[in-house]
């Protein structure tokens, strides 16, 4: 995993293996399974950070999620992952 630094290539590798968890208009949080760190992203600004953002209202659980199976691998993917929601069960 890449070092935890304010980096753009950083918080994009991190994107690339987080699980969307919640949304709340422009901003997912998500969880990155292999530090099990979870971090906020903008859809619209493309901004990623640490910290939750000042927002007010609840956040909305991610939904849509699919099921896709790996048969090759034998695992099975749920969901969305960045936006494709990926879980290995």
């Known amino acids: ?31 990155e399974h292999q530090s099990n760190q979870r971090f906020y992203y903008n859809k619209s600004t493309n901004a990623s950070q640490w910290e939750p953002p000042q927002v007010t209202g609840d956040w909305i659980p991610a939904e849509r999620h699919h099921l896709n199976i790996d048969s090759h ?3 099975v993917k749920v969901g969305k992952y960045h936006n494709k929601l990926l879980l290995l069960l």
């Open 1 to 31: 995993m890449a070092e935890l630094n304010s980096s753009g290539k950083m918080w994009e590798q991190l994107r690339q293996n987080a699980v969307v968890e919640y949304m709340h208009g422009d901003w997912e949080c998500l969880l």
């Open 73 to 75: 691998e034998g695992q």
